[in-house]
């Protein structure tokens, strides 16, 4: 059984939990278990007070529907970073990191420069970015995109090795 939907069928007593009996009932870890009440108080199935946790009324449906959440994104699609980033790609066409960055980044986001490169790499491998010659004078790395596909970034799948396209839904090595 999925750890949220524990938590629901556990809390369905309608009394409040504290964090520690929670943590109990899904295993003892209280990160986890600190994790999971995240979640289902962002879904809006569990409220809050003073006493602990306990269901709310959606939290009561979806516990009689049965699973509760699924891992995953969170928020609109086109919010997480690479999103971000291909957007930036799109209208500048040349570009480096610095730049890529000033367009996307928000300050919620967990080392950007890192994710920005591990982003570009495969999509120079599959054959959407060319690193351009850098200048006799030094400076930063800039990069040009030479298949823009369309609005929907690019998928990198790195267990597979392969950058999907969302546009044309084909796939690429990389």
Known sequence: MEASTHVLDMLRDGRYHTLDEIAAGVGGERLHAMTVVKHLCRAGYLARDEAGYRLTTAGEQASDAGPAL????RGRRGEALCHR??????????????????????????KPARLAMTYIRPLVRAGYLVEMPRPPTGGDRIWRLIRDTGPLAPTVRTKVRIVHDNNTGEDFPC
């Open 70 to 73: 699924k891992p995953g994104p």
């Open 85 to 110: 980033l291909w957007q930036s790609m799109r209208i500048r066409k040349r570009f480096t990191i610095d730049g890529l960055l000033d367009d996307a980044l928000r300050p919620s986001d967990h």
